[in-house]
């Protein structure tokens, strides 16, 4: 198993830990520059390794590569084009004919078979009702700040 990325909202970062639940590294902190946080809400890994959060409060997503360092982000607060209102949920897919490639498999990091980035496990954990899984469905978080959302890869 590769990397275990969760978005930790209460605290306006993301952890990365190893396969084992070793904890390897965190970045964000709380604010509303570039790779600052307020109001994490969902992951989603691209086939580059590369980490798009959605960032509900400041209602935009962010770009971060396989180490956490900030590379871009997009959207504003609105409801036109390319704005956003708390957006709560993010999938990113390969383009049209493309493989995810990588370790593990054929298909991707990890993963036996599958031949899309979007094929990975996600867990949505809710301390007071259980953990919940879905497998390669749109990533969907809770806006309770008790749930925790972690994309396996």
């Given at each position: 198993m590769?990397?275990?990325?969760?978005?930790?909202?209460?605290?306006?970062?993301?952890?990365?830990?190893?396969?084992?639940?070793?904890?390897l590294?965190?970045?964000?902190?709380s604010?509303?520059?570039?790779g600052?946080?307020s109001?994490?809400?969902?992951?989603?890994?691209?086939?580059?390794?590369?980490?798009?959060?959605?960032?509900?409060?400041?209602?935009?997503?962010?770009?971060?590569?396989?180490?956490?360092?900030?590379?871009?982000?997009?959207?504003?607060?609105?409801?036109?084009?390319?704005?956003?209102?708390?957006?709560?949920?993010?999938?990113?897919?390969?383009?049209?004919?493309?493989?995810?490639?990588?370790?593990?498999?054929p298909?991707?990091?990890?993963?036996?078979?599958?031949?899309?980035?979007?094929?990975?496990?996600?867990?949505?954990?809710?301390?007071?009702?259980?953990?919940?899984?879905?497998?390669g469905?749109?990533?969907?978080?809770?806006?309770?700040?008790?749930?925790?959302?972690i994309?396996?890869?």
């Amino acid at each position: 198993m590769g990397r275990i990325w969760v978005v930790d909202q209460g605290n306006d970062r993301v952890q990365v830990f190893d396969g084992a639940g070793a904890f390897l590294f965190k970045f964000g902190t709380s604010g509303s520059g570039p790779g600052q946080f307020s109001g994490p809400m969902a992951i989603s890994i691209d086939p580059s390794n590369h980490a798009w959060i959605t960032d509900q409060a400041n209602n935009r997503v962010e770009e971060f590569d396989e180490n956490g360092a900030f590379i871009m982000q997009f959207g504003s607060y609105g409801s036109g084009s390319g704005q956003f209102a708390a957006p709560t949920g993010i999938t990113v897919s390969n383009p049209v004919g493309s493989s995810a490639g990588g370790s593990g498999s054929p298909g991707g990091p990890g993963l036996p078979g599958a031949n899309n980035a979007a094929h990975a496990f996600y867990y949505l954990i809710n301390p007071s009702s259980g953990p919940y899984s879905t497998v390669g469905s749109p990533v969907c978080s809770q806006a309770a700040t008790s749930s925790l959302l972690i994309l396996c890869l």
